[in-house]
Structures are given as C-alpha cells and as structure tokens.
C-alpha cells in the first residue's frame, strides 16, 4: 500500500516535506506522533492521527507512539490563547498510563520488523541538564526562527511564557533523539503541528550536517520529514470531536460512555459522514462508495451513520459494548422491551436515560409500599404523579408503563417488579420519563 496515496483519496493530508513520498516508497521507515498526557484519555481529535499511525503500520512502515511525559509538563502553545495550567508528576503519570493502554488498543505491537513501538520522553530528558540542554540544542536555533511560527507569532499579543516559547525546542529535541536512537525518519500529527514538527527537521539538518565543519558539505546530508493530517472541522465550521453542548468526545468509557460515543457518530449530519467513514474507519475506497450509494437511495435510514458508528465503537469499545449500544438506542427511541432494559449493564442504562427525571426512596419506603398506584404517587412523595387521582386517571388512559410494560391494574403490588440492576423503576408517563431508584 502506498502511504501517502492511501492519505490523499482519504482526505487526510494536508502538509508534507518534499522528499516524504519517496522515502516511504524506498524503504520500510519509522515514524512517529506524540501525544501528550494532558488528561488520563485521548478524544476524537487524537484519533484522527492515531489513525495516521494505523494506516503507515498498515502500509508496512514502523510506526512509534511517542509519550510526552516530559513534554506533557510544559505544553505546548500551539493553537492556545493562553498559559496552560501545569500538572503535578502523580496526574501527569496517571494519564501517560491511560493513554499507552488506550493507544494498544489501535496499532500491533508484535507483527515482526515493523511492530509498533511506544516510547516517553521523560526517559531521555530526565538526563539532561539546562546548560547541556542550551549547548545541544539552543546554539542550533535562533530566535527569529523561532519566533516565525504561528503558535509564537499568534501569542505574541496576549503575551507568551519563555517556557511555553521553549516548547518547539523540546518537541524539536524528541525528534533528534529518536532520529539517532531509533531511526526515526519522519515526524506526523495535525496541521497545528506543522511549525513544531519542522523545529525538528531544522534542529537534525544543523547538528548533523553542522559536524562536517562550518559549512555544509553538500554530499553529506541528514534527511528528516514531515507530514500533517487536517484538523477535523464539521460542515459547518466548528471543530469536530465534541458533542452540541460542548462536551468532548473522550475514548475512556469512564468518560464518555460507549452508548453515548455511539450516538455522537449516529448523529453526525450526512455532509460530514463521508469524510468522516474515510478518515476514522478503516474501510476500502470501494466499500465506503458503496455505502455511501446506499445511503443515497434512502438516506431516512441513516445507513452511512450507522456504518460510521459500528465501526469507531467496535474498535474502540469491543463488540460487546457495541451491542449494548445498539439495544439502549432502541430503549430510547422506543422500541425496547422489558427484555432489552434488562440487558443494559448500569453505566449504560444510566447514560441512556441521563438527564431524566429521578425519585429515590429508601429501602424501608419500598418493603412498605402497597401498590404501584401509591408507588408512582404518595410513596415518591408526588413526584411522579401530583396525586393519586392524577396517577389513577393516568392507569386507566393507558398512559402510564414500567420498565416498558403497560400498566392498567392500580392494585398490583410492587414485588411483582422487576427492579432494573436491583435498584431501577422506569416510569413511562406517556412520551415521558421517570426514574424510581431505590437506595441501598
């Protein structure tokens, strides 16, 4: 597979270094992305160039995972307004965790000559003294250059830290090193990239070729690149990878639940999918047109959504959770049972009907409760319905459902419930929703 052909009718490249594709067509080569720990997950944004690394191991290239637990205590500038907030050692160790077990999930760590290798900076820059580290690598660069690149040039109304301003330099210097250590020809990322990944190219041409003598001997050259991916955008402008309140698209269950990772891809606008099935999946040029010729014949069905969705949540979430997706997308657009509720683990459960309206009462207020006509009103303190009247006249208009099962008969008695996870009620109050939880 030719790796810069595969990016260009995917739509995922945006800058290269001249020279790039004819290295990648010469010989296996290794490259690398880094991602620094500034929280314990990666997002969508960062899956974007995961999948850089996905397709160039794909492409029989070695791909590296470069862990900025050095990095990580700076922060780089690129694309802020404004001073990041430093981390402490113990948060930014507990997210370089996160993260490795997040990125094993994605690329092949035993497949022979071109395994995927994931490396810290930390582990060359705890070495490294300040004055070492302005001999090595400060000589090498002036401060012009520096300050050309637009995360410098864009801060410098707001005002920019010399450590935030250093930045490029460290990135630079991780560039070096795994160029000498680890033979690591090219550096990839986002387009925001761009200006610290050519630090690095810069920083290897002047050190290396600088050891000929003053003058560059120009039979004896240091060859190191560049590539960049475009940085999501949706059709409307704004940046992908967050949901429409605002909230980020975290990889981490913990963070962002699979049944809420799947509706964010379902919900996609059907301008987007299509660059969209060609950036985050790994599908063939041949399978996404035909998708997309299917969604076209009848786009009601949503059939390019939900080959986006099946796709990232599978590979990120497993199967499983996948199916349970599925199921509580069913519960919510009404079509699940009481068999599908029952299905649903209690992280997905809770995110499906996040939001909704919710009771608790204690354990004694449930032993002691009569009947579900004085569950869904005096027992939860009317909350439910405003009175027993109310709650009868509901019953008897056929409004009123638990755990999706209608309910008509005011006197049924409530141990003939079957609690959700031991502790739920799901009250239909016609289209509406209401939750009963009892307490431990």
């Known amino acids: 597979m030719n790796f810069i052909e595969e990016l260009r009718w995917r739509g995922m490249l945006q800058d290269a270094m001249p020279g790039t594709e004819e290295q990648l067509n010469k010989e296996m080569t290794a490259g690398y992305i880094g991602f620094d720990p500034t929280a314990k997950s990666l997002h969508i944004g960062n899956l974007a160039t995961i999948m850089l690394l996905k397709h160039f191991q794909l492409a029989g290239h070695k791909p590296y995972a470069l862990v900025g637990g050095a990095t990580g205590m700076v922060g780089d500038p690129s694309g802020k307004s404004a001073e990041r907030q430093f981390l402490s050692e113990e948060v930014l160790k507990a997210n370089q965790d996160g993260i490795r077990n997040q990125l094993v ?28 580290f302005l001999r090595e690598v400060g000589k090498y660069l002036t401060v012009n250059y520096m300050m050309s690149k637009d995360s410098v040039k864009n801060r410098l109304t707001t005002g920019i830290s010399f450590t935030e301003f250093s930045y490029q330099l460290l990135q630079g210097y991780d560039f070096y090193w795994l160029y000498k250590n680890k033979n690591v020809r090219l550096q990839m990322g986002g387009s925001d990239q761009w200006g610290n990944i050519t630090t690095g190219t810069e920083l290897i041409r002047r050190k290396e070729n600088a050891m000929v003598g003053d003058v560059e001997d120009e039979n004896v050259t240091h060859k190191a690149f560049a590539l960049t991916t475009p940085l999501m955008t949706k059709a409307d402008g704004q940046k992908m990878g967050k949901t429409a309140g605002g909230e980020t698209i975290w990889l981490d269950a913990n963070l962002t639940s699979p049944y809420q990772f799947y509706q964010f891809w379902l919900g996609q606008d059907d301008r987007d999918v299509p660059k969209l099935l060609r950036v985050f999946t790994l599908f063939s040029k041949e399978e996404i047109e035909s998708i997309e010729a299917q969604h076209a014949e009848a786009p ?20 499983e959770q996948y199916e349970l997706a599925v199921k509580a997308s069913e519960v919510l657009f009404g079509k699940g049972t009481l068999e599908t509720l029952q299905s649903l683990d209690e992280a ?52 009123v459902s638990i755990n999706k099962v209608k309910i008509t008969d005011e006197k049924l008695p409530v141990s003939e419930l079957q609690l959700l996870q031991g ?18």
């Open 105 to 132: 999930k994605f690329l092949d760590f035993d497949c022979g000559a071109n395994s995927a290798e994931m490396v810290n900076n930390y582990d060359w820059f705890k070495e490294i003294g300040f004055l070492e």
């Open 300 to 319: 009601h069905l949503r059939i390019a959504q939900k080959a986006l969705a099946k796709d990232v949540t599978t590979r990120v979430h497993g199967e």
């Open 423 to 440: 502790k739920y009620l799901l009250i239909g109050k016609g289209k509406k929703n209401h939750i009963v939880k009892i307490l431990s």
């Open 348 to 399: 997905t459960f809770t995110s499906v009907f996040d939001g909704v309206p919710t009771t608790e009462i204690s354990q004694e207020a449930w032993a002691g409760c009569a009947s579900v006509l004085d569950l869904i009103s005096v027992t939860t303190n009317n909350e439910v319905y405003a009175s027993k009247g109310e709650a009868r006249r509901a019953m008897q208009g056929n409004a």
